[in-house]
């Protein structure tokens, strides 16, 4: 869109928006330290594909110093090794452990360090050296606060390239849980928490004003412009938070994302209640194994590159309904990345599996489009009984095991829905909703 429709201001800024049809990807940082961002950095290297890591996400919401890592990663666009190196900033506040621990510091914090090679050894002097202890000054704080999101800059003026950011925090005046964001959405959730949203622009409060307030301890700060952190509370606080927003933002009815990975604090002596998470939920704060909980995270993260379109309504026949559908890709083809996964899907010899039915992600004509500057899109063909179906899309050779693609396995009808197919008076973005094959 180059202006907007209703004020005709030219927009100068492009971002990607998420499919319709794709399901979100979540990244939540509740607390967060200096293992967090190790194990992104980990996450990150089991990852194939040249790009940071938040490509891979739609939506990023944070608390405490995890606040600070999200606006660092989504807003500012630092990548993780940047975090990483500016660690010596962000822990120049006075933190007391307060007996909070992160998922990874089990394994990480132990005199065995150099066996685990989810924590390689030649971080862990920046790791013994970012976490001496220091005070600092509240002026020395708000410097480098200013230093790392600038002076001026709002968060609702930040893009994000299209990612959603949300910060989690306490209203001083109420102690009740609310939300900075640079998205619009109604102004009280379900779960109960509040958007700050003021009317005015010019009243919108400054990056560094809503970092400086999600890291204000509640027990023994004053509360900064009137907010401070969110404190320390059960960890599903956060985690029922981030469902709320991506409920709300996309309309999903209460269905879950295609991946939800939360790091950050949890209470030492707790305990999960199951073995495994499910297959979305990629829970880092909790005591797994390391191994599987990074191949869990990197599996999904892979598979929901892909989603699945229709072409054109579904046709009735005897059997039911006839489906001609294509599976896209999130990247497009100006990202260095695209030709990367086109690569890496056709040297894996990589399938989709759907319907009883099996195709190769990439032949040779799809191949050579790719080359061209093609968009990613594979042709296949489906029939269900009725509109309450589903249908369930996996790709098998790029994951350990074969993992569904985004929003799958998918009801019929929702997928219609999704797609503005329903739609008898035209679509809201006023585009054809069907290709010539």
């Known amino acids: 869109m180059d202006t907007c429709p209703l004020c005709g201001i030219p927009n100068k800024v492009n971002f990607i928006l998420k499919p319709y049809t794709a399901g979100p990807r979540c990244l939540s940082i509740d607390g967060g330290n200096l293992q967090d961002i190790l194990s992104l950095k980990i996450l990150e290297s089991e990852l194939k594909l040249p790009m940071p890591l938040r490509e891979y996400f739609d939506i990023g919401i944070g608390s405490g110093l995890g606040a600070l890592l999200v606006l660092q990663i989504f807003c500012k666009e630092q990548s993780i090794g940047d975090c990483l190196d500016r660690f ?20 990480s914090a132990s005199d065995n360090y150099q066996g685990n090679k989810y924590f390689p050894s030649r971080l862990y002097s920046h790791w013994r050296e970012a976490l001496l202890p ?18 001026e800059e709002t968060l609702f003026e930040c893009s994000g390239n299209g990612k959603k950011i ?67 509370g059960d960890h599903k606080d956060l985690t029922n938070l981030t469902l709320w927003e991506q409920d709300s933002i996309w309309s999903r009815a209460k269905k879950p994302p295609d991946i939800f990975i939360c790091l950050g604090t949890r209470i030492k002596d707790e305990k999960p209640a199951i073995k495994h998470p499910c297959q979305w939920f990629s829970d880092h704060r909790l005591q797994y194994d390391a191994k599987d909980i990074i191949e869990l995270s990197s599996d999904g993260l892979s598979s929901s590159l892909f989603y699945l379109e229709l072409i054109g309504i579904p046709l ?43 195709v190769p992600c990439v032949n040779r004509q799809l191949y050579e489009e790719a080359r061209r500057g093609v968009a990613f899109s594979r042709y296949i063909e ?31 009808r ?17 585009k054809r909703r069907y290709l010539e094959v």
């Not at 001609?324 to 990367?340: D, K, V």
């Not at 489906?382 to 050779?397: A, C, K, M, N, R």
Request: proline share 4%.
């Open 382 to 412: 489906f029939s269900l009984v009725s509109l309450s179906d589903e249908i369930d899309v996996q790709i098998d050779g790029i994951t350990k095991a074969s993992r569904s693609i985004s929003n799958c396995p998918y009801r019929l």
């Open 88 to 107: 010596r900033a962000t822990n120049t506040f006075d933190i007391a452990d307060k007996t909070l621990a992160s998922r990874f510091s089990q394994d």
């Open 166 to 232: 949300a910060i989690a925090a306490t209203r001083s005046k109420d102690s009740s849980i609310c939300v900075f964001s640079n998205y619009n959405r109604p102004e009280m959730s379900p779960g109960g928490h509040t958007l700050i949203r003021p009317e005015k622009l010019k009243d919108e409060m400054l990056i560094w004003h809503i970092g400086r307030a999600a890291i204000s301890d509640p027990l023994s700060q004053k509360p900064f412009h009137g907010y401070y952190g969110k404190g320390i």
């Open 134 to 151: 220091g005070k600092h000054r509240s002026s020395t704080i708000n410097s480098d606060l200013k230093a790392i999101f600038g002076k």
């Open 414 to 430: 929702n997928l219609i829905e999704d797609q503005g197919l329903n739609c008898v008076f035209g679509h809201r973005d006023h």
């Open 316 to 358: 009735v026949n005897n059997d039911g309904f006839f489906c001609r559908a294509q599976i896209r890709c999130r990247l497009t083809p100006s990202q260095p990345a695209f030709m990367a996964l086109i690569e890496w899907l056709r040297k894996a010899k990589t399938y989709f599996h759907y319907d009883h039915k099996t």
